[in-house]
């Protein structure tokens, strides 16, 4: 009896996964390439989800195990669109778990929240150039969390800080100079205040092919430039010391391979010249 209902269960479940599987098939072929989200890709925008009702999420804790800080983060990252607040209630400061809490609370103090590019070489040699000068700045994002590096191209920022130049972040951009990103990172170390680099946040950047060696020295030089700029004594410090480790671990790739060039042409030339000798 016991078998024929777990079997029964089995049945029902399998045949509720087989009809969501097979809505999800129908609203992707009709573009949807959200519906493993919410069937209605219209009822994920912005202006309807800011209408969705207030939601309080209660947390009662006690103790704290292997595994709860990453279940309370997975709650706290939940994709409600609405108003929402999570409160976590514990007997005593002295619980096991208010120390757990209290680091996973800090690490919600987002200051700035970043992602950054992987360029994908188009065969020529500027984009191999180039792919070969963003690699030692992609160690940087390649945390999977906490950095103290941002790229300019993407990223996010509370609103306020800009309405009420918070950490003269507006002052700071406007007298800085050019460089956004390094100013903004020099701003949050001065700061102590956090940058974090999702590691989903990776956006595949297919290069141009007809991208040529002087376009990659132009490219340079403006790199170059954008160094120069900075917001105060830190950030300048902070900009030559990424200009010298980033000439180091460039040279760093790319002497080998003009060594290994020069042995092979030095060893073609003295069978060349031993041939000639014979």
């Given at each position: 009896?016991?078998?024929?209902?777990?079997?029964?269960?089995?049945?029902?479940?399998?045949?509720?996964?087989?009809r969501?599987?097979?809505?999800?098939?129908?609203?992707?072929?009709?573009?949807?390439?959200?519906?493993?989200?919410?069937?209605?890709?219209?009822?994920?925008?912005?202006?309807?989800?800011?209408?969705?009702?207030?939601?309080?999420?209660?947390?009662?804790?006690?103790?704290?195990?292997?595994?709860?800080?990453?279940?309370?983060?997975?709650?706290?990252?939940?994709?409600?669109?609405?108003?929402?607040?999570?409160?976590?209630?514990?007997?005593?400061?002295?619980?096991?778990?208010?120390?757990?809490?209290?680091r996973?609370?800090?690490?919600?103090?987002?200051?700035?929240?970043?992602?950054?590019?992987?360029?994908?070489?188009?065969?020529?040699?500027?984009?191999?150039?180039?792919?070969?000068?963003?690699?030692?700045?992609?160690?940087?994002?390649?945390t999977?969390?906490?950095?103290?590096?941002?790229?300019?191209?993407?990223?996010?920022?509370h609103?306020?800080?800009?309405?009420?130049?918070n950490?003269?972040?507006?002052?700071?951009?406007?007298?800085?100079g050019?460089s956004?990103?390094?100013?903004?990172?020099?701003?949050?170390?001065?700061?102590?205040?956090?940058?974090?680099?999702?590691?989903?946040?990776?956006?595949?950047?297919?290069?141009?092919?007809?991208?040529?060696?002087?376009?990659y020295?132009?490219?340079m030089?403006?790199?170059?430039?954008?160094?120069?700029?900075y917001?105060?004594?830190?950030?300048?410090?902070?900009?030559?010391?990424?200009?010298?480790?980033?000439?180091?671990?460039?040279?760093?790739?790319?002497?080998?391979?003009?060594m290994a060039?020069?042995?092979?042409?030095?060893?073609?030339?003295?069978?060349?010249?031993?041939?000639?000798?014979?």
């Amino acid at each position: 009896m016991i078998c024929l209902i777990l079997a029964f269960g089995w049945a029902c479940a399998a045949y509720v996964r087989n009809r969501e599987i097979k809505q999800m098939k129908k609203e992707m072929k009709h573009g949807n390439s959200f519906v493993f989200l919410y069937h209605d890709i219209n009822e994920l925008e912005h202006s309807k989800q800011t209408n969705l009702p207030r939601v309080t999420v209660v947390m009662p804790l006690k103790g704290f195990g292997e595994h709860n800080l990453h279940n309370w983060r997975t709650q706290i990252t939940s994709l409600y669109g609405g108003p929402v607040e999570f409160l976590f209630v514990l007997e005593s400061a002295e619980d096991p778990a208010y120390p757990a809490v209290s680091r996973l609370l800090k690490e919600f103090q987002i200051f700035i929240q970043t992602g950054y590019p992987l360029d994908l070489p188009s065969g020529s040699l500027g984009s191999y150039c180039i792919y070969e000068y963003h690699m030692p700045c992609s160690m940087g994002f390649a945390t999977g969390g906490k950095t103290f590096f941002l790229w300019g191209g993407c990223m996010m920022m509370h609103a306020d800080d800009f309405r009420n130049d918070n950490y003269s972040v507006v002052s700071g951009l406007r007298d800085g100079g050019y460089s956004d990103d390094m100013t903004l990172a020099a701003i949050a170390g001065a700061h102590n205040k956090l940058i974090t680099s999702p590691p989903v946040a990776v956006f595949p950047h297919p290069l141009a092919s007809d991208l040529n060696f002087s376009r990659y020295w132009n490219y340079m030089r403006k790199q170059t430039f954008v160094l120069e700029s900075y917001v105060s004594k830190v950030n300048w410090i902070m900009n030559r010391a990424l200009f010298t480790t980033h000439c180091y671990l460039s040279w760093g790739f790319v002497a080998p391979y003009v060594m290994a060039v020069i042995h092979v042409a030095a060893a073609l030339r003295m069978c060349f010249i031993r041939q000639e000798e014979a």
